[in-house]
């Protein structure tokens, strides 16, 4: 794996702007331990709630990334930038045509040490960015692995992106997706609520990515940081 301003995340809470939380609430989540926030949302991002919520969060010393998933949301000010690519969907605008719009709008700001490219594999048929981009959830472990050579030989893309948000993977699937992922970084999002399943998913993944629980249950958000600094 190939160095790079994320390389030494281990856990990441993923916060959505559109999505309201307490000054309390925040400062937990900072000073849990967790490697980063990365900031990012399927629907209702705005510049203005971007902001803001990059804002809250700067007060704090850990990462700060931005996914970005809309124009009207790039701002400017994050300590580093994903762009995600959805691989496994026919719609070339999630593949390459918002990217394209993207920088043929803002490519001469891009800071580009510190933007990386993730390329998403969405296998939760439920989840909004599933459905927004129609991606073909129904992949069987073969299809999986072609996607993930696909992103890591081919395209060298520096996140491999493993996205069952809002349920619980496969993780023999992540296993098998771990041994087959030479250079990029793999990330896991999708359903981690307890200790155990934060645990199993960072045995694979270089990198695990903990969302909806935040606004459901902070404790238990919480407690999946410890489970992945004892593995470290
Ligand atoms: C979403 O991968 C993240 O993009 C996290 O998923 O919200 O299910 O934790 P959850």
Not at 114 to 123: K, S
Not at 198 to 206: K, L, Y
Not at 216 to 223: E, G, I, K, P, R
Request: glycine fraction near 8%; include cysteine.
């Amino acid at each position: 794996m190939s160095s790079t301003w994320f390389s030494h995340w281990r856990h990441a809470f993923k916060l959505d702007p559109e999505k309201e939380l307490s000054d309390e609430m925040l400062d937990a989540l900072c000073t849990s331990g967790t490697d980063a926030i990365i900031v990012g949302g399927s629907s209702g991002v705005t510049f203005e709630n971007t902001v803001d919520l990059m804002a809250r969060i700067r007060r704090y010393e850990l990462d700060c990334a931005l996914e970005v998933t809309t124009l009207e949301g790039a701002v400017p000010g994050f300590d580093g930038y994903f762009v995600p690519l959805v691989l496994n969907t026919d719609k070339a605008e999630w593949i390459i045509g918002k990217q394209i719009e993207g920088l043929r709008e803002f490519g001469s700001f891009v800071p580009w040490d510190e933007t990386a490219a993730q390329g998403y594999i969405i296998l939760n048929e439920e989840a909004t960015a599933a459905k927004v981009t129609e991606a073909h959830t129904d992949l069987d472990e073969a299809g999986v692995i072609s996607y993930v050579q696909m992103a890591d030989r081919l395209m060298r893309l520096p996140v491999i992106y493993i996205e069952y948000s809002g349920k619980f993977g496969d993780m023999n699937i992540l296993k098998r997706v771990r041994d087959k992922v030479e250079h990029g970084q793999l990330f896991y999002g999708g359903g981690i609520d307890t200790v155990d399943k934060a645990r199993e998913a960072a045995q694979w993944a270089h990198t695990i990515v903990v969302g909806n629980i935040v606004y459901t249950d902070l404790n238990a958000a919480l407690s999946t940081v410890e489970a992945v600094k004892q593995s470290k």
